[in-house]
């Protein structure tokens, strides 16, 4: 069964402080790998999609980069309006197309 | 370009009664989906439609849930009758054939909770 884990649950950081959030995945056959920002009372934004090992996508102040069996965000000198909820999803090639989705990561910029 | 619009965006129901919830997808798009957040739990796949078929419903819990696209166009997600364990929200989603570029559009969500 195809599974996702996102770490930490949750992440309070000061304005300009910088880190990374981790996504672990276990998928039969990854087509691709999507990170959502979610903010309260809304649906899912897409960012990205990762599709191989190696490949870094960024936006902003998001970089997202993907390894065999791990995601990364990283998130450079944050500002307040980044505070989100950060979630992590894998498309894999079983034949369905839903996305498994993490938890999330809730990430709270202080000024 | 409007979104994708779900409503309506809350349902209080009593156990036992009737819900139904309604997903317009992307003028367009071609695939939709519904998937579901219970409360301290990850979303989960419930199902998806191209156009109006079914493609995999794999994610439904039981036979209380019944989802429709008329016509290859809006679609609705019924619960009856409406159990407590079904309380959360409940986010549909659409895209065209070139997702996994430009990913899945969701909507706002319906929460439902059920007393």
């Known amino acids: 069964e195809d599974q996702v884990t996102q770490s930490p649950e949750a992440l309070r950081l000061q304005e300009g402080e910088s880190s990374s959030l981790n996504c672990s995945y276990t998928?039969?056959?990854?087509?691709?790998l999507f990170w959502y920002r979610q903010d309260p009372g809304k649906g899912p934004e897409f960012l990205f999609t990762?599709?191989?090992a190696g490949e870094e996508k960024e936006k902003e102040r998001l970089k997202a980069t993907l390894t065999k069996k791990e995601s990364f965000l990283h998130i450079t000198a944050p500002k307040p309006e980044d505070s989100a909820t950060y979630l992590c999803?894998?498309?894999?090639?079983?034949?369905?197309?839903?996305?498994?989705f993490g938890k999330g990561t809730h990430l709270i910029i202080q000024p | 370009e409007a979104g994708v619009t779900q409503f309506p965006s809350h349902s209080v129901i009593e156990k036992g009664q009737t819900v139904t919830l309604r997903c317009d997808p992307i003028?367009?798009?071609?695939?939709l989906y519904w998937y579901r957040r219970v409360m301290g739990k990850e979303i989960k796949f419930l199902l998806h439609?191209?156009?109006?078929?079914?493609?995999?419903e794999s994610g439904m819990p039981n036979n209380r849930f019944l989802a429709e696209r008329t016509g290859g166009t809006y679609s609705t997600l019924k619960v009856q009758p409406a159990e407590l364990e079904d309380s959360g929200v409940y986010f549909c989603?659409?895209?065209?054939?070139?997702?996994?570029?430009?990913?899945?559009?969701f909507g706002s969500g319906t929460r439902l909770t059920v007393v």
């Open positions: 989603a659409s895209s065209q054939n070139d997702r996994l570029i430009n990913g899945y559009t």
């Open positions: 998928v039969s056959g990854l087509r691709g």
């Open positions: 990762l599709y191989s």
């Open positions: 999803a894998a498309n894999s090639g079983g034949g369905a197309d839903g996305l498994t």
């Open positions: 003028s367009g798009h071609d695939n």
């Open positions: 439609f191209v156009k109006e078929s079914k493609q995999d």
